[in-house]
């Protein structure tokens, strides 16, 4: 089996996009459950694209993972693709709510 490390790259990227947002997904709901605000759950929403992109991907009969696609070239050979795409809204995001998660589980309530 031939190793590549730039395959293993993107597909890494590509699946730390899933992690990620189901760890926001994750904070956000703990947090609607420490505040009973419902803006949480609104944020949660916005965190859910990446996994309907693999739902609808494997629903299209293509592979769950976006981290590679095909091109055919002028001349009709066909190339591939590698997409490194650094998840850093994810990362801040995740990193931000989890502070807030943080202080709001210390925090004595009201």
Known sequence: ???????????AL???HLVLSAAAI??????????????WLFLAIGFIEPLYRVAFRLARGL?????????????????????????TLFIFAVVGLYLLYRR????PSA
């Open 1 to 11: 089996m031939h190793f590549d490390i730039y395959t293993t790259t993107a597909a």
């Open 14 to 16: 590509c699946v730390s």
């Open 26 to 39: 994750t904070l956000c709901v703990l947090l609607f459950r420490s505040t009973r605000s419902a803006g």
């Open 63 to 87: 592979p769950p993972l976006w981290y590679s696609s095909s091109r055919v070239g002028r001349d009709g050979v066909p190339t591939m693709v590698l997409n490194f795409d650094i998840p």
């Open 104 to 107: 709001f589980r210390h925090e």
